[in-house]
């Protein structure tokens, strides 16, 4: 049985009100894809694609993985002592606030992304802050990259949306694709719908000004492209990013952490994601040249999700 075929047994008879898209893409160029042709919040995802923005920035000596933070941001500082680096940004090992960003509903006043750093009304969330000694442990938190989007707003002196439409977006032929918190208002026709506890998110969807951390709109054969073209920059075939920066994007930065913006194990490398109403992952496997990419309108089906992550293990790994 193929991994088409293993993908509709596994969603035969799921909830109606879910939509799950997916895409399976080969570095040779061969793609498939099953479910409506929906666009998707991409959740966590957007950690991953924002780290491969701010590689390319590394690369073209715009920034230095190993410089301290502060030295880069202008409209807001880190409080505290000690260095922070933006590499322990990228792999979640600066220690700072530990959050999740549930974004903002329909009708609820929407912060700036300074508010948000400041834990100032109507932010939702802590102050972003450091709470662990910097490079000591790996903490997974949507605060570095809050931190990590006014760094590169501040340094390019670009919006995150445009920046990252330029460095990532359109060179990678991510079409579909918008870190604009507008996109899906202007999309309605395509845009999934989220759930969450068996319910409908009022409005639709919630507004993420942490762009970085969680306010991608994708698609799964968009975040496929993504996959494939670290892919090629990990074999040196990449006009985007240079071999030695992607090995650095595809290695743990700290026992049992994360790469660059990337999750790592099992002979693949990507990003799953979370946010109020969705759930999501891309992962690729080098080995194959293959990548994968699923994406639903609901946050709490993850059992699915990971059985399809088992099912690309089996077919990919």
Not at 143 to 149: D, E, F, K, T, V
Not at 255 to 281: K, M, V
Not at 291 to 306: K, P
Request: hydrophobic share 40%; net charge negative.
């Amino acid at each position: 049985m193929g991994f088409e075929e293993d993908w509709r047994d596994l969603t035969a008879g799921t909830d109606p009100t879910l939509d799950i898209g997916i895409a399976v893409g080969g570095v040779d160029g061969d793609v498939w894809t099953g479910g409506r042709d929906l666009l998707f919040p991409a959740c966590s995802i957007s950690k991953h694609v924002a780290a491969f923005g701010a590689l390319r920035l590394v690369a073209d000596t715009t920034i230095d993985l190993d410089a301290d933070v502060n030295t880069y941001l202008s409209s807001w500082q880190l409080p505290g002592t000690g260095t922070v680096t933006v590499r322990q940004v990228l792999a979640h090992t600066a220690g700072l606030t530990e959050n999740w960003f549930p974004g903002y509903a329909v009708g609820e006043p929407v912060p700036s992304l300074l508010q948000i750093l400041a834990g100032a009304p109507p932010a939702n969330t802590p102050a972003v802050r450091r709470e662990l000694l910097p490079g000591s442990e790996f903490r997974y938190s949507g605060s570095h990259y809050a931190l990590l989007q006014q760094l590169l707003t501040d340094v390019t002196a670009t919006p995150f949306d445009e920046l990252m439409a330029a460095l990532v977006l359109e060179p990678v032929g991510m079409a579909d694709s918008s870190f604009d918190q507008h996109f899906p208002n202007e999309h309605q026709e395509r845009a999934a719908r989220g759930h969450a506890n068996g319910a409908a998110v009022p409005g639709g969807w919630h507004t993420q000004p942490e762009m970085a951390g969680a306010g991608l709109w994708s698609t799964p054969l968009d975040l496929v492209r993504l996959e494939l073209e670290i892919t090629r920059a990990h074999a040196g075939d990449s006009a985007l990013l240079p071999p030695d920066l992607a090995t650095q994007m595809l290695e743990r930065q700290s026992p049992g952490g994360f790469g660059l913006g990337t999750e790592i194990g099992d002979g693949r490398f990507g990003h799953t994601g979370q946010n109020t109403g969705y759930s999501c992952f891309a992962f690729a496997w080098p080995a194959s040249g293959t990548a994968v990419a699923a994406m639903t309108n609901a946050e709490d089906c993850r059992d699915t999700l990971f059985a399809l992550i088992e099912i690309a293990q089996r077919h990919f790994g």
